[in-house]
T-cell receptor, first 113, second 114 residues
Framework: GENVEQHPSTLSVQEGDSAVIKCTYS??????FPWYKQELGKRPQLIID?????GEKKDQRIAVTLNKTAKHFSLHITETQPEDSAVYFC????????????FGKGTLLTVNP | GAGVSQSPSNKVTEKGKDVELRCDPI?????LYWYRQSLGQGLEFLIY????????KSGLPSDRFSAERTGGSVSTLTIQRTQQEDSAVYLC????????????FGQGTRLTVV
């Protein structure tokens, strides 16, 4: 089955700096890669996603890149703010009729004022 | 409803008792997922449904865990003879069951086994 690895497990940055979280996946058939943000005590919520036919996608301060050949994808947050502090999860969904959504173990991002 | 609804929000049970956790997905969503999240940990996959069938139940930790979904809507996760290590937040998510569609999470059920 699919295996998603996520690094780092914790990340601390100064406000205004950039943050990068990286994930790798094992199933070459996977073709959808969402990123979720989970604030303390709350449910995970989608912040950005990317399809397998796209190499990069950007939404204001957040961007995601995908390298299908290497089977890795990354989340980039620029000009970080304290409210960006949360746990971030990457995920991969299988291809074809397989809709299983497998998550990485998460990255605790702390943005220091 | 407007979102994925789970009940109960909190459940405290004695070791050895059975518990049932309920998930009401967003109307029209054919895919439904169950995950377990221990304190400070990641999202551990348990099982997912496409309609009423479960193509992948590989994440169920033991035969004490089972899940069903009827009418392509509500799902119930049952844990028999609960153990202390079952204590966690159980999260349900649903989506339209097509590739490239967002999965929405419920607020979770916090299960404490004493």
């Amino acid at each position: 089955g699919e295996n998603v690895e996520q690094h780092p497990s914790t990340l601390s940055v100064q406000e205004g700096d950039s943050a990068v979280i990286k994930c790798t996946y094992s199933d070459s058939a996977s073709n959808y890669f969402p990123w979720y943000k989970q604030e303390l005590g709350k449910r995970p919520q989608l912040i950005i996603d990317i399809r397998s036919n796209v190499g990069e996608k950007k939404d204001q301060r957040i961007a995601v890149t995908l390298n299908k050949t290497a089977k890795h994808f990354s989340l980039h947050i620029t000009e970080t703010q304290p409210e960006d502090s949360a746990v971030y999860f990457c995920a991969a969904m299988g291809g074809g009729s397989n809709y299983k959504l497998t998550f990485g173990k998460g990255t605790l991002l702390t943005v220091n004022p | 409803g407007a979102g994925v609804s789970q009940s109960p929000s909190n459940k405290v049970t004695e070791k050895g008792k059975d518990v049932e956790l309920r998930c009401d997905p967003i109307s029209g969503h054919t895919a439904l997922y169950w995950y377990r999240q221990s304190l400070g940990q990641g999202l551990e996959f348990l099982i997912y449904f496409q309609g009423n069938s479960a193509p992948d139940k590989s994440g169920l930790p033991s035969d004490r865990f089972s899940a069903e979904r009827t009418g392509g809507s509500v799902s119930t996760l049952t844990i028999q003879r609960t153990q202390q290590e079952d204590s966690a937040v159980y999260l349900c998510a649903s989506s339209f069951g097509q590739v490239n569609t967002e999965a929405f999470f419920g607020q979770g059920t916090r299960l404490t086994v004493v």
